[in-house]
């Protein structure tokens, strides 16, 4: 059993960063893939980004192409996630997602293809 575990949101001004951790205990990724997707309220769960964690192959949502980044720390078993240049709009719940084995790539994107969900961090950007 993975367990996943979000941290670093927060509030922020439109053009701050933030960065997002998520901690993995339970398993050690090896050929996991791992995203970030987020969920605004009265919105549907919005891909943000992935990694496929052995080759650190990435991938990104559209609307964050550009302003975030993500990365992975194999010693320390954690996903992150680099946000630059927020806007109101990336306001959400972010969570942190994983599956044991690699994602095909027309699947990185879809939320069901995950095992294993984090109990998500708030991030809010307004002035």
């Known amino acids: 059993q993975v367990q996943l575990a979000e941290s670093g949101g927060g509030w922020v001004q439109p053009g701050g960063s933030l960065r997002l951790s998520c901690i993995a205990s339970?398993?050690?990724?090896?050929?996991?893939?791992v995203a970030w997707f987020r969920q605004a309220p009265g919105k549907e769960r919005e891909f943000v980004a992935g990694?496929?964690?052995?080759?650190?192959?990435?991938f990104y949502g559209d609307s964050v192409k550009g302003r975030f980044a993500i990365s992975r720390d194999k010693a320390k078993n954690t996903a992150y996630l680099q946000m630059n240049s927020l806007k109101p709009e990336d306001t959400a719940v972010y969570f942190c997602?994983?599956?044991?084995?690699?994602?095909?790539?027309?699947?990185?994107?879809?939320?069901?293809?995950?095992?294993?969900w984090g109990q998500g961090t708030q991030v809010t950007v307004s002035s």
């Open positions: 997602a994983s599956k044991t084995t690699r994602p095909i790539i027309s699947a990185v994107r879809i939320p069901g293809q995950y095992e294993y």
């Open positions: 990694i496929r964690w052995r080759e650190n192959s990435q």
């Open positions: 339970g398993r050690t990724f090896s050929d996991d893939g």
